[in-house]
């Protein structure tokens, strides 16, 4: 090798190792602020090794670790579309799983439980998971508890074991919640009913108590040959109290669902002590 052969290489190995150690010191950087919870500043340079990062070396660290910086500042869009992009850099199945679970975790915290369900079930069923199957499990009752599905997640989690505390919670849960077709139909026969299930004691008395009234000058205007007044009452006054006890059983029902699920989803935010999306 000539003299000038071997400045030449001497250059490019030395361009090489330079680039080289300015990749990995940007990477650790990225590592330390994402470890002191800078999450902002972590994706600023993680961004910046993506665009040294020429043969893609990093590729998979570096938009995994992005994605997971976004989910931790809540910016659960743009953590999906880089958990993808974590999933297409992937090199091996390990990597793949870890970016697929992470989506759909994601995607529960997000509430697109649909979409969540579906990466889930993906993993459920390819071959190339089945040790992973309880981990899986345990994100798919996950999502029935995002879902409001709470007596599905009950069985997923008491049928597989998964944990005892959140099989017993979502048992309450879904013990507690109102029947909203029942609020409603239960209604139709009865008006007042719905609310009087709900433990809306007051609203349930005088929707019964108007109908009552509405319904009897109604019939009585009939009896007594005043058509166009039964008309008018039966259309405008106990027509409008029928339907509208109909409907205030029905959101009653809701509301309080709602608030069920608020309340034990809260209690899991603030005292749950297990692995949470």
Same mark, same amino acid.
């Given at each position: 090798?000539?003299?000038?052969?071997?400045?030449?290489?001497?250059?490019?190995?030395?361009?090489?190792?330079?680039?080289?150690?300015?990749?990995?010191?940007?990477?650790?950087?990225?590592?330390?602020?994402?470890?002191?919870?800078?999450?902002? *500043?972590?994706?600023?340079?993680?961004? /910046?090794?993506?665009?040294?990062?020429?043969?893609?070396?990093?590729?998979?660290?570096?938009?995994?670790?992005?994605?997971?910086?976004?989910?931790?500042?809540?910016?659960?869009?743009?953590?999906?579309?880089?958990?993808?992009?974590?999933?297409?850099?992937?090199?091996?199945? *390990?990597?793949?799983?870890?970016?697929?679970? =992470?989506?759909?975790?994601?995607?529960?915290?997000?509430?697109?439980?649909?979409?969540? !369900?579906?990466?889930?079930?993906?993993?459920?069923?390819?071959? /190339?998971?089945?040790?992973?199957?309880?981990?899986?499990?345990? &994100?798919? !009752? &996950?999502?029935?508890?995002?879902?409001?599905?709470?007596?599905?997640?009950?069985?997923?989690?008491?049928?597989?074991?998964?944990?005892?505390?959140?099989?017993?919670?979502?048992?309450?849960?879904?013990?507690?919640?109102?029947?909203?077709?029942?609020?409603?139909?239960?209604?139709?026969?009865?008006?007042?009913?719905?609310?009087?299930?709900?433990?809306?004691?007051?609203?349930?008395? =005088?929707?019964?108590? &108007?109908?009552?009234?509405?319904?009897?000058?109604?019939?009585?205007?009939?009896?007594?040959?005043?058509?166009?007044?039964?008309?008018?009452?039966?259309?405008?006054? &106990?027509? /409008?109290?029928?339907?509208?006890?109909?409907?205030?059983?029905?959101?009653?029902?809701?509301?309080?669902?709602?608030?069920?699920?608020?309340?034990?989803?809260?209690? =899991?935010?603030?005292?749950?002590? !297990?692995?949470?999306?």
């Amino acid at each position: 090798m000539s003299a000038r052969q071997f400045v030449v290489f001497t250059f490019f190995l030395s361009s090489i190792l330079s680039a080289q150690f300015h990749t990995n010191f940007i990477l650790l950087k990225a590592d330390s602020l994402f470890k002191e919870e800078n999450y902002f *500043d972590a994706i600023t340079e993680l961004k /910046r090794l993506n665009f040294f990062d020429k043969e893609n070396e990093f590729a998979f660290r570096s938009n995994l670790l992005i994605a997971k910086s976004y989910k931790e500042g809540a910016k659960f869009d743009e953590a999906i579309k880089y958990f993808v992009l974590a999933e297409l850099k992937a090199k091996n199945d *390990d990597e793949y799983f870890t970016a697929k679970i =992470l989506n759909a975790r994601t995607n529960i915290l997000r509430r697109t439980t649909k979409q969540s !369900g579906r990466i889930l079930n993906d993993l459920l069923n390819d071959s /190339r998971f089945t040790s992973k199957i309880t981990e899986i499990k345990y &994100w798919i !009752g &996950w999502n029935y508890i995002f879902s409001d599905e709470w007596g599905k997640a009950y069985e997923i989690f008491d049928k597989n074991n998964l944990d005892t505390t959140l099989a017993n919670l979502c048992k309450s849960a879904d013990d507690e919640m109102y029947s909203v077709d029942f609020a409603k139909y239960s209604s139709f026969i009865i008006p007042g009913f719905g609310q009087f299930y709900t433990g809306e004691y007051i609203s349930g008395t =005088l929707s019964l108590g &108007w109908n009552i009234l509405f319904g009897y000058l109604t019939i009585n205007a009939f009896v007594e040959d005043r058509i166009f007044d039964a008309i008018i009452i039966g259309n405008f006054l &106990w027509l /409008r109290f029928y339907t509208g006890n109909i409907q205030n059983a029905e959101k009653f029902a809701v509301q309080k669902n709602l608030q069920i699920s608020n309340n034990t989803l809260e209690y =899991l935010q603030s005292k749950f002590r !297990g692995e949470v999306p």
